[in-house]
T-cell receptor, first 114, second 119 residues
């Protein structure tokens, strides 16, 4: 079955470390997205990519970086510059960035700073 | 700025009853899509229903229906015959297409309404 796989499900980071969250899709979707979810805040866009080798900053990109070297993959790196990284991270994809079918989401990664 | 407002942080309903979740949005664009997503305790985001802004007819999907009022920029979700499995966070979202043909590039979400269905 096609879908989006996020790994790991739980991730612990020490202060000052960079960590990378994986997102892989086999839906042949062109567009991919990273959202951060905090209690009471809804979902906020970190980065998105409409095509391979291209990506744009979202509303809260500071302290994060991404790459899009393959259509299927859109990893997110949480750098030490991100002051409050503890959150739930959701990856999503869509056929294009204007898609009435909406987005397909992964099952998320819970990141905790220890 | 384009925003989505869900004014009810939490709601509860008895099993088999009907509940309506409210959503308002703000955009200057005329062409957009609207969505309701459900996030159960598993935290998997699931698309519940969608609506095209240029269609006046309200969308329905089984027990789920919307009341879309374009002039008022309102997009409420009605759940009929509520079931225990409907317990979840519900997020309203919209996606705009800019008038010159570009795109917003992302879904804009409200902060969510936590719905509890009680037996």
């Amino acid at each position: 079955d096609g879908g989006i796989t996020q790994s790991p499900k739980y991730l612990f980071r020490k202060e000052g470390q960079n960590v990378t969250l994986s997102c892989e899709q086999n839906l042949n979707h062109d567009a991919m997205y990273w959202y951060r979810q905090d209690p009471g805040q809804g979902l906020r866009l970190i980065y998105y990519s409409q095509i391979v080798n291209d990506f744009q900053k979202g509303d809260i990109a500071e302290g994060y970086s991404v790459s899009r070297e393959k259509k299927e993959s859109f990893p997110l790196t949480v750098t030490s510059a991100q002051k409050n990284p503890t959150a739930f991270y959701l990856c999503a994809s869509s056929r294009t960035d204007w898609d009435f079918y909406g987005y397909t989401f992964g099952s998320g990664t819970r990141l905790t700073v220890v | 700025a384009q925003t989505v407002t869900q004014s009810q942080p939490e709601m509860s309903v008895q099993e088999a009853e009907t509940v309506t979740l409210s959503c308002t949005y703000d955009t200057s664009e005329s062409n957009y899509y609207l969505f309701w997503y459900k996030q159960p305790p598993s935290r998997q985001m699931i698309l519940v229903i969608r609506q095209e802004a240029y269609k006046q007819q309200n969308a329905t999907e089984n027990r789920f229906s919307v009341n879309f009022q374009k002039a008022a920029k309102s997009f409420s979700l009605k759940i009929s015959d509520s079931q225990l499995g409907d317990t979840a966070m519900y997020f309203c979202a919209f996606m705009t297409r800019l008038n010159y043909g570009g795109s917003q590039g992302n879904l804009i979400f409200g902060k969510g309404t936590k719905l509890s269905v009680k037996p």
